[in-house]
């Protein structure tokens, strides 16, 4: 019987991650119950998401259980199947867990194209972040040509898709990111019009300097003071995006919600949160056009690949503390 390594929570993290909260230890290979698969992970999605996941609170979706596999969106190939609509040997995503190999609901996968772009893509950019930009920024955030458009976590899997797509529709882009390296990127690399280094500069000012005309959207990652920031510079009927807020996902003592917040009423603007999942009978329309931006050379993705699944906890830090530089996933097999 063949054995994986698998990666199970055993204890409710408090702030960041520690290698204690997890049980990564290899186990004997699940053979597939009825209507179930077993994936050969490839590749595992690391996402800010999951640290809401270790949580026992209500949410979108329920916590992982203590003892549970941790969930993740994973990419590999099936190596045994009982549900019709899959055979050995299809490429698929979905939401499996952190292990070398993952049995469970073939409901969670969907067949992918292994041709169509390298396989952390298809997990990444043409993935559950891919999609979280396309729509966030499109129908939430309802972006129209010719508008300013700002977004935080600028260099990251969500972040560098928003910007880029905003620049396609023609629009004028202002990236905020940690760093100057990856603020060179969003603008040298990505097109961004400007990026500001949230590290060393003064975001409220550089806001006002760079667009004294104000916001039209808003995409924010990272909550906190940035979003506060940003309420400074909404023009009339700006649309703030709440796509996640990464800054307090591991705070203790959550800080109280941006004191500026009046400035929605005053410019007649509107705030809105969103879960990607709401968009997935639409993923292929997204799929389609940002493959074809891929292949015109107007889209640009970057990974961050890291190796090892015993190395979980410490790469899952990494987009916590900005070492990861691009959709950070985990090479298992
Ligand atoms: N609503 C949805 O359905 C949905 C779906 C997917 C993702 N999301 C959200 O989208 C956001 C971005 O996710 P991602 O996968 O694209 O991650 P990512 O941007 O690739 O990686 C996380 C980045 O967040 C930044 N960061 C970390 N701590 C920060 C802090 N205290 N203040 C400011 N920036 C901080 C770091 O970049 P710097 O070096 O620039 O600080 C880090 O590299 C997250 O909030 C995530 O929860 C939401």
Redesign the pocket.
Known sequence: MTETTTVRLVKRPSGMVTPDCFAIAPEPVRAPGDGEITVKVAFVSL???MR?WMVDRKSYIPPIGIGEIMRAGIVGQVTASNAPQFAVGDTVTGWGGVAQHFTGPAMLFTKVDPDVAPLERLIGGLG??GM?AYF?LLEVGAMQPGETVVV????????AVVGQIARIRGGTVIGI???AE?CRYCVDELGFDACID??TENVDQRLGELIPQGLDVYFD??G?E?LEAALNHLKMKARVVI?????I?NSTDVPPGPRNYLNLLVQSARME?????TYAHRAGEAVAEMAGWMHDGKLHFREDVQVGIERFPEVFN???????????VLKVN
């Open positions: 996402d800010p998401a809401g559950m972040p979280t966030g935080s976590g600028a260099s990251g899997a969500v972040g990111a940690g760093g990856k949230y590290k990652n990272v906190g940035i796509c996640g807020a990464i800054s996902y949160g969103f879960v990607v999942t990494m987009l916590f503390t900005g070492k990861n530089f691009g959709k950070l």
